[in-house]
């Protein structure tokens, strides 16, 4: 079979158990692909074909065994900020670059014990700062859809080697957007959970506080069985939700687009840089869902302004403290010839961490600082609570809300934005992560470069069932998603 990444994961499923073919050749015929395309998509920082092949041909005798799960066999990459063990993780950075974790993060350890086979590890902005993935140490992702674009970030790795058929499906990890940003401008299907409904434990930390991995894919279906596997409660991420979780793959249908409530705020659509292509693929769709029977409730959020000055702060605070732990003492990078223990900290850290990282070290440092703490630090955590209140009371009247993901599609590689211009297009993805909602990019159409266009749906907490299911039916009605870059019709 030459197409075999053409399949979705219940294809795939379904291929595996009828033996229409094995884990082995599945794995085998990404392997190739991989080792054919990513010299131009340059998603993978890590690739494991040994290891792959080991997981391919066990996952092939438990089936013939009678030991085979829906997803026994079938491969996944994992985003470079979930800790392997025995493989390098490094978060994109340098001072990572020699990395190997004793221990598996929760979801890589969910992934094996529901038989995922790993393909290998994908790029990232460093420490998941950005939002082009050009913040690696280990070189910039292109867009599959025009190879002089970006990804985004900083699930950048993830969108693109699913967006190129080089993964079926991925995780990525999303503080302020990075899922459904990348998701976005690669045309990909992509689950920010609640807060606490997928584990931390093994992921690096970037803002505590806001970091929440979840899946990307082509599809809400696909995501549903990865959220299958990612989703739960976990005794060794103390902020991790101890409540059942929904199976998602069989509450793709429950959700009726009939009589949804979708609300549009106002703010969003005369946000200055919202680029007219995004607005009109963003309009079409709503009126796609309003005529599959859903309602469009125009709503207020008034706190829009505050959100990239809110985040910009809490992000950097949270990061500052976590990154501290990175000093070349126990592991990690380590200047050459420390004249002393403060001469080891500070050049180990000036040589291994990037001008962005740094930055928001700084920024973080700054805002936590005696003088300065009530003034920035508990000023923002209080506009965060009204952020989050803002919502809320959407919510009375609302069952979903839309926004764009992103006021543009991807940018230029090397477009050179000054960081406040970069800031400024996380406007839509940022309120998420601060209120600790959920929320779903799909792709609904393409600006005149052909780039692709995301819509995104933020629903109530613990909704990630009710998302993928609107996508889902939103999905059967239309065919964005099923659209290839052209670098992925290629086979190896
Ligand atoms: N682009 C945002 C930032 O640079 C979000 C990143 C993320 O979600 N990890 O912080």
């Known amino acids: 079979m030459t197409d075999l990444h053409r399949l979705s994961i219940r294809e795939l499923s379904e291929g595996l158990a009828n033996a229409q073919f094995s884990s082995r050749e599945l794995t085998e015929h990404y392997l190739k692909r991989i080792a054919k395309i990513d010299v131009q998509v340059k998603s993978y920082v890590t690739v494991t074909p040994e290891l792959a092949l080991v997981e391919a041909d066990a996952a092939d005798t438990l089936r013939k065994a009678g030991g085979a799960n829906v997803l026994t066999g079938v ?10 063990q025995g493989i390098k993780t490094t978060a994109g950075s340098k001072i990572l670059d020699n990395f190997i974790s004793p221990y598996d993060a929760t979801v890589v350890a969910k992934g094996k014990a529901a038989g995922l086979v790993t393909l290998g590890k994908l790029n990232m902005d ?46 990525g990890t999303d503080t302020g957007g990075s899922i459904r940003q990348p998701a976005s401008f690669c045309g990909l299907t992509g689950l920010k959970p ?9 992921m690096i930390a970037y803002a505590s506080s806001l970091d929440q991995g979840g899946p990307m894919a082509r599809s809400a279906e696909d995501c ?34 009939k009589g949804l409530r979708i609300g549009i705020p106002k703010q969003y659509f005369n ?29 207020d959020l008034n706190m829009t302004e505050s959100y990239v000055p809110t985040y910009y702060l809490i992000a950097p605070a949270e990061a500052s403290s976590n990154l ?15 004249v002393d ?18 930055r928001r070290i700084l920024i973080g440092t700054y805002a936590l600082s005696a003088g300065y703490y009530d003034a920035y630090y508990v000023k923002a955590q209080k506009v965060r609570r009204l952020i989050q209140q803002d919502f809320l009371k959407a919510f009375e009247s609302v069952d979903v809300i839309a926004a764009p993901s992103a006021p ?29 909602l959920p929320a779903i990019n799909a792709p609904v159409g393409f600006d005149q470069n052909n780039l692709p266009v995301g819509l995104q749906l933020i629903g109530n907490y613990w909704s990630e069932s009710q998302l993928l299911s609107v996508v889902h039916q939103y999905q059967q009605a239309t065919d964005w998603h099923t659209q290839r870059a052209a670098i992925a019709e290629e086979n190896a």
Request: proline share 3%; net charge negative; charged share 20%.
């Open 75 to 84: 491969p996944i990459a994992h985003k470079d900020i979930f800790c392997t």
């Open 126 to 171: 460093e420490f998941a700062m950005g939002s082009t993935s050009e913040n690696s140490y280990y070189g910039a992702t292109t867009n599959p859809w025009n190879l002089d674009h970006v990804p985004g970030g900083s699930s950048g790795g993830s969108a693109a080697a699913v967006a190129a058929d080089l993964a079926p499906f991925a995780t």
């Open 194 to 202: 609640t807060y606490g409904r997928v584990s931390r434990f093994g």
């Open 224 to 257: 549903a069985y990865l959220m299958n596997v990612m989703a739960g409660h976990d005794a060794k991420d103390s902020t991790s939700m101890n409540q059942v979780v929904d199976n998602y793959v069989a509450n793709l249908n429950d959700t009726s687009v």
């Open 271 to 299: 946000v200055a840089g919202l680029a007219e292509d995004v607005k009109a693929r963003v309009e079409e769709s709503l009126k796609k869902l309003e005529d599959l029977g859903a309602t469009l409730v125009e709503i």
């Open 324 to 338: 501290q732990r990175f000093d070349g003492v126990r592991y990690g990078y380590r200047c050459e010839n420390p």
């Open 341 to 358: 223990l403060m001469d080891l900290y500070k050049r180990s850290r000036s040589e291994g961490f990037g001008a962005e990282v740094q």
């Open 408 to 436: 543009t599609t991807a940018y230029k590689i090397g477009a050179d934005l000054t960081p406040v211009e970069m800031y400024l297009g996380d406007i839509y993805t940022l309120a998420v992560n601060l209120a600790g």
